[in-house]
């Protein structure tokens, strides 16, 4: 049974970079078949993809035009986790952080209520 | 960006009332739509894929239909559980895409 732990800090300074982690048990993260996303939620958003790594014989990464000069998903095949980092945050990136794999959700981490402030 | 509509964005029905939420589609998504329940302070459920299959430990009075742009979720007889907000995505291309939500309250 696949479980995603996320980690990462709550309280995040503007225009420094958000950096959460997703730790991957009962699955690969260098997975053929797989796709590991980041996904946010806020009241003023919703539900927002925010992009994904996968294998297909090399690594790609897919994200979403909002973030995409901002964003950097990796994977770490050496621990089998992703992480996420947001560069150059404002508080309009206060939100709900959630990793998931897949393309239809059946798996999601517990979430991190991130908040952007000074 | 495929848009997702969702409709109503909020809902009032009786126990027992037969409950329909409509999501459509900006473009053809290739019945790549999931449904998803999320209650409050909860990670989101998934309750179907694929526009009409019911996702394991689901119950049976979930189910799924439409094609192209037009696809709905329909609860055949509303139990006090399931009064929250729900959600759909089509995982047809990317950016991967959600309606704004349904929420779904008892009369």
Redesign the interface.
Known sequence: QVQLQQSGPGLVEPSQTLSLTCAISGDSVSNNGAAWNWIRQSPSRGLEWLGRTYYRSNWNNDYAVSVNSRITINPDTSKNQFSLHLRSVTPDDTAVYYCTSGWAFAIWSQGTMVTVSS | ?IQMTQSPSSLSASVGDRVTITCRASQGVNN?V?W?QQKPGK??K?LI??ASTL?SGVPSRFSGSGSGTDFTLTISSLQPEDVTTY?C?Q?TS?????G??TKLEIK
């Not at chain 2, 990317?94 to 959600?98: A, D, Q, S």
Request: proline share 10%; glycine share 16%.
């Open positions: 960006d790549a999931a998803y990670v989101p998934l894929y694929g996702q959600y995505q995982y990317v950016p991967l895409t959600f704004g939500g």
